[in-house]
């Protein structure tokens, strides 16, 4: 703009800025209305598609991941209480409390075999053998959103990633970098040896003893004297268990 | 599943820790429940009454995986079951072991049930005809060590349900009920 000398150029330049701001105002809150406009009808959309869907969303896990993660991006969650139009709607909210207790109930029975650690694929295995009557079929998707619900109780459920495998915690034990990193190392044959862990990890020999005596004590671990070798391995069911012996456990 | 002649082996007989004994208390206490009720099924299915540590026993071995049991285990699990009453040991030296997966009272128990069911009470049978005669054919006493068997009938006969009475030589031994 060309500055003009004098108070007539000063006002008018205060004018104009008022105009234009004015002006800016009305485009951005027309904007937003049209953003609002186009959100309400995405979510009556999404409740039209939820009622349409219904039953695939209670049957069918991958859909229902696939419902979730869309509701997840526009800010919805069915999970979030259980009363109002979702819980009504698809009774998820029950459905992921009932999972929430299953779940409980596996980790607790199958403690003494695991340590309270086991493998995601396991849990949800032994969760489907166990929900046999019921005509839902369960994704570990499912297992974690129930799991991420237990967190509210403040019982120390958590999921860990290990390697390429992900571990359901239910103890409230704290694994640090080099447990973490044996665990990793056990995914491959689901045992090691002392000499392995220092060979692959590069450690000083105790340190590996330390961090494999400490899994021994948590449960976490067996020891296996009886190979030809003579030499010790650390078996760890969390990671090298058959579902199957879990559901051994489970009868007991 | 791995079988073992015609019996169903559990899913721990394959991973191989479960043959060493584990030094963390809560991790051995579960392996011995496991072991125990292992041994109690295998011998009740197969009908063996003794086992003897130092002899080969298809249940302390797994070739599969290439485990065995060692004494020290073996003697660690039977001693478990005999503090809960479900075995004992024959020798002091802890080298023979009596697998009782029915205690004594049950099997006096089966044994008058045996009688009341093929109409025996008041009847004489021999100890042998008991073992094995047709009468106790397809039930848990055929085959039944002969130990065993004296034992559950001596508790019987305490009770005042049977008497024994020794006969010419040592096996034409008889019992008489009287239920």
Known sequence: MRRRPGIGGLQTAAAARDQYRLLGENVAKIRT????????????????????????????????????EMCAKIGVDPLASNKGFWAELLGIGDFYYELGVQIVDICLATRSHNGGLINLQELCTLLCQRRKTAREAISEDDCLRAISKLKVLG????????????????????????????LELAQAHGYVTVN????????????????????????????????????????????????????????? | MQKLGDFKLP?????????????????????????????LDFCRTQKIFIIGLEEEFSLFTNPVIERSLSHEAKETFLSA?????????IDKGHKKCLILWLRIQDWADCILRFVKDNGLEDSVMTIEEIRSGIESRGTELHGMDRTVLIRALKLLEHKGKAAIFKGTSADDEGVKFSV
Request: contains cysteine; hydrophobic residues 35%.
């Open chain 1, 33 to 68: 209305d049209l953003m609002k406009e186009q959100l309400a009808t995405f979510r009556s959309q999404l409740e039209d598609f939820a009622r349409k869907h219904k039953n695939d969303i209670k049957k069918n896990p991958a859909f229902r991941s696939q419902f979730h």
């Open chain 1, 155 to 182: 019982s120390g459920f958590e999921v860990i990633s290990v390697g390429k495998k992900k571990l359901v915690r239910s103890v409230p034990t704290e694994l640090n970098k080099d447990h973490n990193e044996i």
């Open chain 1, 196 to 252: 392995e862990v220092d060979r692959r990890l590069s450690w000083s020999s105790g340190r590996a003893i330390d961090a494999l005596d400490t899994l021994l004590e948590e449960g976490l671990a067996m020891i296996d004297d009886g190979h030809r070798d003579g030499k010790r391995r650390y078996w760890f069911p969390c990671v090298s268990f058959s579902a199957s012996v879990g559901s051994e456990a489970l009868k007991t």
């Open chain 2, 11 to 39: 899913h721990f007989f394959n991973y191989p820790p479960y043959f060493t004994l584990q030094p963390v208390r809560d991790t051995r206490e579960k392996q011995l429940q496991l072991w125990k009720e292992l041994i």
């Open chain 2, 81 to 89: 079951l005999v503090s809960e009453g479900r075995a004992e040991w």
